[in-house]
């Protein structure tokens, strides 16, 4: 069976594509594929949509009643009913990730996920973007959590990159080196 990456690809392919051009639709895209990713990992929604005896046309009409007041995007109203034709609603998750990555390439960034042993400050994050920026070569866009089991440092994911600069990594290291 094919990874879910292998098969949303297409998909988030095809949608960049359709939306490129302009963006503030790109912008939107994004937004309601985030929206539609929540609302089909519910589990209640879930249930009704996995139901076999449900067409796609009444599981169309669920989704928009659900969304309903929102403005969807043109290429959205589209794309939704061929998830739907394909079997791929399931996928939605995936591919919003996708989207994301592939609008965050075009316009030079990515997303930096750091993980702190305490709470940083502005002022902090703006000074380790200075430094984490050379290093990836790329505009980073932080996204700042807390785990208090890092002991100190911070742990920084770009793309397929980690960094890890905490305590509790560096114990793990020596940790390793003795039993070896």
């Known amino acids: ?61 669920v989704l928009t009643v659900l969304l309903q007041g929102r403005n969807q995007t043109a290429a959205m109203r589209n ?26 390439a075009a316009l030079g960034v990515a997303q930096a996920h750091i993980v702190s042993a305490f709470p940083m400050d502005e002022a902090q994050i703006a000074d380790l973007l200075k430094v984490l920026e050379p290093k990836f070569k790329i505009k980073l866009t932080p996204h700042v959590t807390v785990d208090p089991s890092l002991i100190g440092g911070v742990r920084v994911v770009v793309q397929d990159h980690v960094l890890d600069t905490s305590v509790q990594a560096q114990l793990t290291s020596m940790r390793d080196a003795l039993i070896a």
């Open 79 to 104: 794309f939704v009913p061929l998830l739907l034709e394909n079997d791929r609603l399931t996928l939605l998750p995936e591919i919003t990730h996708q989207v994301m990555e592939l609008r965050d």
């Open 1 to 61: 069976m094919a990874e879910n990456s292998t098969v949303a690809r297409p998909y988030a392919q095809a949608l960049f594509e359709a939306v490129a051009g302009d963006a503030s639709v790109l912008n939107d895209c994004v937004e309601e594929l985030k929206l539609l990713s929540d609302i089909v990992t519910t589990p209640e929604v879930q249930v009704v949509l996995s139901d076999p005896q449900i067409e796609d046309q009444q599981r169309l009409e």
